[in-house]
């Protein structure tokens, strides 16, 4: 396993991550996700994602349990706060009540005391910028998390939230959670990656696979037992369009000359990004899981050759216009 600064702090994360949106929600019993965790431990996994509203928090819980008898210190552990969790009008946002009460729920639900990451699962409209750069601080302050981020925010937002934290002696975000794979990029390379660089920002990026197109499972239709197969998952069905699925089929035979799976492919297209921290992934499986470990030592066969290769087939490169 690579380890990589999580921006320009000084924490390193594993360039892969295990995220627990459907590993640790309620596709996935408890002792799956546990053997899963541990396995990913064992095999270098430092980074573990999580949020208060997967699975309505049982996706915590989980984690939680999964890591009782592991060394809290060589773990990363995160969550998020933003969506509805609690009743009324301020169970949900950003505001300093919101985030307060969310970041006790979280680490009761955790079994921890405290968290290393946490990120505002979104942008808030209807609280201040510096209401929320305050609060972070304030529970960095207390010790209950120890750097924040954000996640889907766009770059002018998180350079005012840069900006008054430096102006108030505050700790800024360190880190931002996109969506980011060769189906949704334009906002990370064109919008983010310079702010990266400015402000030294760390991208955790999710969904590498794109709702697990991107791995050529559905290639040749919607497999039985599959997230797309199930009604709860009906929404992935829609991305799956012919004219993505052509893309994948081309991408897949890039994927085999250079021996590597398709999803290990697309996860070293990410990885050889510098602004990537860590990519965070899913898996419902020790198999799907061992594949994604196996995907950093693809990016070494990424020849430019290559990713003009790829680059032609997708036909997406972000430009200015």
Request: aromatic letters at 8%.
């Amino acid at each position: 396993m690579h380890y990589r600064r999580l921006g320009h702090s000084g924490l390193k994360v594993s360039e892969i991550a295990l995220g627990s949106w459907v590993t640790f929600g309620s596709q996935v019993d408890e002792d799956v996700a546990s053997d899963l965790l541990h396995s990913a431990y064992e095999a270098g996994i430092n980074f573990f994602d999580n949020a208060d509203m997967y699975a309505d928090g049982r996706s915590e819980e989980v984690m939680g349990a999964a890591i009782k008898d592991l060394p809290r210190q060589a773990l990363v552990l995160s969550s998020k706060v933003f969506w509805p969790t609690m009743p009324g009008p301020n169970g949900r946002g950003l505001s300093r009540k919101h985030i307060t009460e969310s970041i006790h729920a979280s680490l009761k639900r955790m079994d921890t005391d405290y968290l290393d990451l946490y990120f505002c699962h979104r942008f808030d409209p209807d609280t201040p910028v510096d209401e929320v750069v305050y609060t972070m601080d304030t529970l960095i302050r207390q010790g209950k998390i120890l750097y924040w981020g954000t996640s889907e925010w766009r770059a002018w937002q998180i350079n005012e939230a840069v900006n008054l934290a430096r102006i108030h002696h505050l700790a800024p975000p360190t880190m931002e959670q996109p969506q980011y794979n060769m189906f949704h990029r334009r906002r990370v390379e064109m919008e983010l990656s310079p702010i990266c660089r400015e402000h030294g920002i760390g991208l955790t990026t999710w969904s590498p696979l794109y709702y697990g197109i991107l791995s050529g499972k559905y290639n040749d239709g919607i497999p039985e037992g599959s997230r797309a197969s199930l009604d709860s998952m009906a929404w992935i069905r829609d991305r799956i369009t012919p004219e993505r699925v052509a893309i994948v089929r081309e991408l897949s035979q890039v994927a085999d000359d250079l021996h590597v799976s398709m999803a290990q492919l697309a996860l070293a297209w990410l990885l050889r990004r510098k602004e990537v921290s860590s990519v965070i992934t899913g898996a419902t499986n020790i198999r799907q899981l061992q594949d994604n470990l196996d995907s950093a030592e693809a990016v070494e066969k990424l020849s430019d050759d290559v990713l003009e290769k790829i680059e032609q087939i997708l036909g997406n490169y972000p430009d200015e216009d």
